[in-house]
């Protein structure tokens, strides 16, 4: 217990310990930081090919509907190859 009461008065000791917790700190707000990102990224690139799979839907259902596949095209901004590969 002395030898604790020492270490913890040592100007050297408390110098060091402040250091490895700033230290555990910046990598701590780094990997949150990296984290957020990673799920910010996650969830723009669902909601991306959420609305991909939206329109190719609604695509087959146009064409069920035998809607002209030029107008479709249009509507959707898929290429005539992209709708036809879609029958």
């Known amino acids: ?10 100007p050297e ?8 917790e700033d230290q555990r700190k910046i990598l701590n707000s780094r ?20 609305i991909e799979n939206e329109k190719l839907q609604i695509v087959q259902n146009m064409l ?7 107008l479709i095209s249009e509507y959707t901004g898929l290429s005539i ?3 036809e590969s879609l029958k």
Request: hydrophobic share 25%; aromatic share 6%; charged share 50%.
């Open 1 to 10: 217990m002395k030898e604790l009461d020492r270490l913890n008065e040592d």
């Open 13 to 20: 000791f408390r110098e060091y310990m402040s250091y490895e």
């Open 31 to 50: 990997l949150k930081k990296a984290e957020e990102d990673g799920i910010e990224k996650g969830i723009k690139k669902g909601i991306k090919e959420g």
């Open 64 to 70: 069920k509907k035998g809607l002209n596949i030029d």
């Open 81 to 83: 190859d992209e709708i």
